[in-house]
């Protein structure tokens, strides 16, 4: 069954900073993988997506993620942190070129220090 | 264009009542899914309609069933309401069925049950 592990539930970084948000999957077969942002109060916005093409995929809002089948990761990440990047991030899973329903991971928290 | 709507934006109830939610799409998205956050639980996936019908279900018990009208709006019903059933839920539309294409995510519907 496909899962999603995002490792640190809580990542605090400067203003300026790099952001790294870990993410790590496991799927029986190829995956769709999706980073999704949440802000508060809201619902979740996509940030990015990839789909088999290009492993290094580029986001709105500055961010990128690279696929690495090898290690089964589709790390989050953006040279510069701003302060409106303070939010929830979310990395999610789905099989069968994306048919599945998608299965998230439980999310990190991210906080930007001035 | 106007967003995903979501109606009640909060909602408290007791426990045995039952409470229907409301999810207006984006217009022209023929496709709503549903989804479950919980800080314990993190967002898990309820169920996904296209064209009337349900394409997909996660694993709820049948207390939480949902529908959807011709006109794309959904409604989904949860019965016998527990303690547990607290949470945020989601709705998201998206043109076409399937995590391929990128779900647009309403503010949520806020249930509380004591």
């Known amino acids: 069954a496909q899962s999603v592990t995002q490792l640190g539930s809580h990542v605090s970084v400067s203003e300026g900073a790099l952001v790294l948000l870990r993410c790590n999957y496991s799927?029986?077969?190829?995956?769709?993988l999706f980073w999704y942002v949440q802000y508060p109060n809201q619902g979740l916005q996509l940030l990015l997506k990839?789909?088999?093409?290009?492993?290094l995929v580029k986001g709105i809002n500055g961010f990128e993620a690279e696929f690495k089948k090898s290690e089964t990761s589709f790390h989050l990440t953006k040279p510069s942190a701003h302060m409106s990047d303070a939010a929830e991030y979310f990395c999610?899973?789905?099989?069968?070129?994306?048919?599945?329903?998608?299965?998230f991971g439980k999310g990190t928290r991210l906080s930007v220090i001035a | 264009k106007a967003g995903v709507t979501q109606t009640p934006r909060y909602l408290i109830k007791t426990r045995g009542q039952q409470v229907t939610l409301s999810c207006s799409p984006i217009s022209g998205h023929r496709s709503v899914s549903w989804y479950q956050q919980t800080p314990g639980q993190g967002l898990q996936f309820l169920f996904e309609y296209f064209s009337e019908t349900q394409r997909n279900k996660g694993n709820f018990p049948g207390r939480f069933s949902g529908r959807q009208f011709s006109n794309s709006r959904s409604e989904m019903n949860v019965s016998t309401l527990e303690l547990g059933d607290s949470a945020l839920y989601l709705c998201?539309?998206?043109?076409?069925?399937?995590?391929?294409?990128?779900?647009?995510f309403g503010p949520g519907t806020r249930l509380t049950v004591l």
């Open positions: 999610a899973v789905s099989e069968n070129s994306g048919n599945t329903p998608l299965v």
């Open positions: 998201a539309s998206s043109a076409a069925p399937g995590a391929y294409n990128e779900q647009f």
């Open positions: 799927s029986s077969v190829p995956p769709y």
């Open positions: 990839y789909t088999s093409a290009a492993t």
